[in-house]
């Protein structure tokens, strides 16, 4: 299957109507990389509708432009299916059916670990996001991004790099970035719109999460346990717990970290940090999910107690290993 950024931009040459699908609970970068496809299908003249359920998008973000336009289902017919920041199918969600339903298939990705499940396949692992590899595409496509697709594009780099601080931070990257601030955006501006307007219902979720997250010295590991019972008690929304394991990870003893919510009854999702010795993304993996070394999640049926015993059990094997 080809592998290629030209073979994506004969794709969106050759087709007129296209869905957009980022995964299940979106992030910034998934969010960014999918309104900035959005607005360059736009610039190119294609009728394109982008699948994300607005119910799962972190309040946060919800100043990035053409967000308005998202929506969890769509009678929209279209030729081709774009699929940006998903690292493997199922993290598709209601949205995976569409994979056979649609005619051509286009994946764009920067996870280590993507299957390549897609007709046509862009995955580079060495950019610091999708957003990043959007951003060459309208590159590749001789157009530059207006202010509004350069917001949700930068949004995606900064979010994904952990505010240029993670290890997939690049002088490429950084470039690329100063090159959108050099189209209009506002790094404070924007920094202070995802990250300095968190609601009393975080501050107590936060609080909760902290003062219940459990430190193995000997494994060098931390973890907490979020229910919904927890999000209630704070009046907080599931979204909110994003950066728990930012906090958990950034611990001096602690060379992993992991933060298991549940989403719904019986179904959790894991979230998982490291330093840089452990690779979280191996981990996840074991779990059916993916991502990379220091970054990575996963879905779960099985309940926490057993996954923490699971990962806890990982950890051991890796050290001796």
């Known amino acids: 299957m080809p592998d290629d950024k030209d073979q994506v931009l004969d794709a969106i040459k050759q087709g007129s109507d296209f869905i957009i699908a980022a995964h299940v609970q979106p992030d910034g970068d998934a969010l960014g990389a999918a309104l900035g496809l959005f607005w360059l299908l736009k610039e190119l003249g294609k009728n394109v509708a982008v699948l994300i359920d607005p119910d799962q998008v972190s309040a946060k973000y919800s100043f990035l432009p053409g967000l308005e336009s998202v929506a969890q289902k769509s009678t929209f017919k279209a030729d081709t299916l774009i699929t940006v920041d998903v690292a493997h199918p199922d993290r598709l969600g209601d949205n995976k059916p569409l994979l056979e339903a649609v005619k051509h298939t286009v994946n764009i990705d920067h996870h280590p670990d993507n299957p390549r499940f897609a007709h046509v396949n862009w995955v580079e692992p060495e950019m610091t996001s999708t957003s990043e590899l959007i951003l060459e595409l309208w590159k590749s496509a001789s157009k530059t991004p207006a202010l509004d697709a350069a917001t949700c594009i930068y949004v995606g780099m900064l979010t994904d790099t952990g505010n240029w601080q993670y290890s997939n931070t690049t002088s490429a990257g950084l470039r690329a970035a100063a090159d959108l601030v050099d189209i209009g955006v506002e790094p404070n501006g924007v920094f202070s719109l995802i990250y300095e307007r968190n609601t009393t219902g975080w501050l107590r979720l936060m609080g909760l999460g902290l003062t219940g997250a459990v430190i193995d010295k ?104």
């Open 218 to 321: 000997d494994l060098r590991f931390a973890y907490a346990i979020v229910t919904r019972a927890d999000l209630e008690v704070a009046g907080a929304q599931a979204s909110e717990v994003e950066n728990l394991v930012d906090w958990l990870r950034s611990l001096a003893d602690i060379d992993a970290a992991l933060v298991i919510k549940e989403t719904q009854a019986g179904e959790f999702k894991g979230s998982a940090r490291s330093n840089g010795s452990v690779n979280v993304g191996a981990l996840a993996h074991s779990f059916g999910g993916g991502g990379h070394h220091n970054a990575a999640g996963f879905t779960t049926t099985e309940a926490p107690t057993l996954v923490i015993a699971r990962v806890k059990k990982w950890l051991k094997s890796t050290a001796s290993s």
